[in-house]
């Protein structure tokens, strides 16, 4: 019965695929910024809702997060949580690639559809805005939305094929010092410069660097205010920091250290210090079992997987760590193209390009796949969730 269900979604999303395709592209021509992603919410869902999901907006009370289910009520089978992320970056566009992301969530769930009567499962389509700073999948993780949800999947396009990979955990703060202000030709005596305290938490942490755990712990940071004028002496001045390590313990440990940092700056040059926290994004602990059902079903696609590198590799960090820690997941990258530079104009062209196209179909197909192998796969699923409940367990010992 799984060859002939999976023979079934490569049919579906094959017809379905201008449909698909048009998504991707829609979004691709109109990218929305973090948390204002209304035409792409809007998209997503009519599309969806046309086809007989039941939708539910302002998910979690964020605006643009939405819930598309099929059936509209289920409590028999396993339910599966396809991720659509759809923010772009500001000034470049869909550089990251969620165009494809959010198109390959619907077209895997639109290829499901038909099957679910016989399947006895549901599928989910959970709209996650934000994951570029703001976190989407954080504040639906924080707000229960995962709690009844079997598994959770997504994909996302890259330079190379990896089913496995893991991501950074990340503190997000911003730094604020206030000064004085002054002449700072005629009074410079009587100012107190909020911007040379700044420069001195920037000096602090680069001295910080060096005494970092090894293998990707690390700590970014840009000034995001630093003044008007120089004729007058900066009284405000502010830097935005990830602090990031392979374990959000760890990287709460970094935070605390560019605290101190920014401290000893501020005693410096008699500034004041506030801090501001701005979330964190856990860890991914990707499923590995989920992960090689997805591998063998892309495989099967004739996709070649690179299991070097990246298998057990590390990825910036991804908010979809916080999802991994309530229910299993997995985060698969599928190649745009060898190469490319992320977060680039270049990319966001790669979307929509044939590579573009026949990753999507791809992955949709893929993820559908998947999908079927834990409807009809008892024991598979069983084998995912204890590897789930044994791999978290080791991640809160840490």
Same mark, same amino acid.
């Given at each position: ?153 997504? +994909? ?91 374990? +959000? ?70 908010? +979809? ?78």
């Amino acid at each position: 019965m799984a060859k002939t269900c999976k023979d079934a979604v490569i049919l579906a999303v094959d017809s379905a695929r201008e449909k698909i395709w048009s998504i991707n592209k829609r979004l691709y021509e109109h990218p929305e910024i973090a948390f204002h992603e209304l035409k792409a919410s809007e998209w997503i869902t009519s599309l969806l809702e046309e086809d007989g999901f039941n939708v539910e907006g302002n998910l979690a009370d964020l605006e643009t997060a939405f819930r598309a289910c099929y059936p509209a009520a289920s409590t028999r089978g396993p339910a599966v949580a396809l991720l659509a992320e759809y923010d772009a970056l500001p000034k470049i566009g869909h550089g990251c690639g969620h165009n494809l992301i959010a198109a390959a969530a619907v077209g895997a769930a639109l290829a499901l559809k038909p099957l679910l009567g016989q399947l006895n499962g549901s599928i989910e389509v959970i709209g996650t805005p934000a994951e570029e700073g703001g976190g989407g999948k954080v504040l639906l993780a924080q707000a229960g939305v995962f709690e009844e949800i079997d598994v959770a999947m997504m +994909i996302h396009p890259y330079n190379i094929t990896a089913i496995c990979a893991t991501s950074l955990a990340r503190v997000k703060v911003g730094v604020e010092f206030h000064g004085r202000a002054a002449h700072s030709f005629m009074h410079q005596d009587r100012g107190v410069n909020a911007l040379a305290a700044t420069i001195q938490l920037f000096n602090g942490v680069n001295a910080l660097r060096e005494h970092l755990k090894p293998y990707h712990t690390m700590i970014h940071g840009v000034i995001t205010d630093g003044g008007e004028f120089p004729v007058t002496v900066p009284d405000y001045s502010a830097s935005m920091f990830f602090a990031m390590a392979p374990h +959000i313990a760890e990287a709460r440990e970094v935070y605390e250290k560019l605290k101190q940092c920014a401290k000893a700056a501020a005693t410096m040059t008699g500034a004041k210090v506030n801090f501001h926290s701005y979330g964190e994004y856990k860890e991914l602990i990707p499923n590995e079992t989920l992960a090689a059902a997805f591998g063998e079903n892309l495989g099967a696609l004739g996709v070649p997987i690179d299991e070097k590198g990246m298998y057990n590799g590390v990825m910036c960090s991804l908010d +979809i760590g916080d999802v991994a820690y309530h229910v299993p997941s997995i985060h698969p990258y599928i190649c745009l193209g060898k190469g490319l530079t992320w977060h680039t104009t270049e990319v966001a062209e790669a979307t929509v390009s044939e590579l573009g196209r026949e990753l999507l179909l791809n992955a949709a197909k893929a993820l559908a796949m998947t999908a079927v192998d834990i409807y009809l796969d008892k024991t598979l699923l069983e084998k995912i969730k204890k590897e789930f409940t044994s791999s978290l367990k080791r991640s809160n010992e840490n």
